[in-house]
């Protein structure tokens, strides 16, 4: 295959992976980071505007501090002697690999009953259900013959590059 023929593949493989991956990393506090608050909710209020799903992570920068993921119960208590996940390496990244909700705070005495804490909904996906009707001819589709499933991006994906191959 000639070098021109490879570039313009691979430049479309790799413009792909755009569509494919959608995962989102979140910055915890913006550009001021993982601190006390200025009020007790802000980091709720934060995360409440966001939408969070399986495989996003959120990223807290600070500095003599830490973040620590707990039970809710430890969570309204501002208190945890055994966290689910602590870190103190002031650039932590946590990955949120469930749906449901996830409780943050800082590990510093003091900290939490400040603000500095914080709860995360994960979205759960769930697939768009179909009107009635369409349920019903799908479900005699099904039954009828076996289908494939392939996602739109697949598809687009494989059509450009037949082209471009072709074309170069």
Same mark, same amino acid.
């Not at 208190?79 to 990244?93: A, C, L, M, Q, V």
């Not at 943050?104 to 979205?123: A, D, N, P, T, Y």
């Given at each position: 295959?000639?070098?021109?023929?490879?570039?313009?593949?691979?430049?479309?493989?790799?413009?792909?992976?755009?569509?494919?991956?959608?995962?989102?990393?979140?910055?915890?506090?913006? /550009?001021?980071?993982?601190?006390?608050?200025?009020?007790?909710e802000e980091y709720n209020q934060w995360a409440s505007k966001n939408r969070f799903k399986v495989d996003?992570?959120?990223?807290?920068?600070?500095?003599?501090?830490?973040?620590?993921?707990? /039970?809710?119960?430890?969570?309204?208590?501002? *208190?945890?002697?055994?966290?689910?996940?602590?870190?103190?390496?002031?650039? /932590?990244?946590?990955?949120?690999?469930?749906?449901?909700?996830?409780?943050?705070?800082?590990?510093?005495?003091?900290?939490?009953? *400040?603000?500095?804490?914080?709860?995360? *909904?994960?979205?759960?996906?769930?697939?768009?259900?179909?009107?009635?009707?369409?349920?019903?001819?799908?479900?005699?589709?099904?039954?009828?013959?076996?289908?494939?499933?392939?996602?739109?991006?697949?598809?687009?994906?494989?059509?450009?590059?037949?082209?471009?191959v072709f074309m170069f």
């Open positions: 295959m000639e070098p021109s023929k490879v570039f313009v593949l691979l430049c479309l493989l790799s413009t792909f992976h755009f569509l494919v991956v959608s995962c989102v990393q979140f910055e915890v506090g913006g /550009t001021n980071g993982w601190k006390i608050p200025k009020s007790k996003d992570t959120v990223h807290f920068n600070y500095s003599k501090d830490s973040v620590m993921v707990v /039970t809710e119960e430890e969570y309204d208590k501002c *208190k945890s002697e055994r966290p689910i996940f602590y870190s103190k390496d002031g650039n /932590t990244e946590y990955k949120l690999n469930r749906p449901g909700l996830f409780y943050f705070m800082s590990g510093v005495k003091g900290h939490c009953e *400040k603000g500095q804490r914080m709860i995360i *909904k994960v979205l759960e996906v769930e697939p768009a259900s179909p009107p009635p009707q369409a349920a019903t001819e799908l479900q005699k589709k099904k039954n009828s013959a076996a289908g494939i499933a392939v996602s739109s991006a697949t598809v687009v994906l494989c059509f450009v590059s037949f082209v471009a």
